[in-house]
C-alpha cells in the first residue's frame, strides 16, 4: 500500500465518523462532515493528478 492510499483510507474513516449521528453531535451542523469531504476530495484530485 502506498502511503497516498492510506491517507485516502484515513480520510474516508474520518469521514465517517464526523457525521453527526449522535443526538450531542447534531447541533453541529454539517461542518466536520463538510470540511473532512473537502480535504477528501482535495486529495483525490491530488492523487489522480500524480501529485501527491
Known sequence: M???TIIII???LLLIGAL???PY????GAY???ILGVVL???VILV?????
Request: proline letters at 8%; glycine letters at 4%; zero cysteines.
Open 25 to 28: 453531535s447534531r447541533s453541529w
Open 10 to 12: 484515513l480520510l474516508i
Open 41 to 43: 476530495v482535495i486529495v
Open 48 to 52: 489522480l493528478m500524480r501529485v501527491f
Open 2 to 4: 502506498t502511503l497516498s
Open 20 to 22: 453527526p449521528a449522535w
Open 32 to 34: 466536520p462532515s463538510g
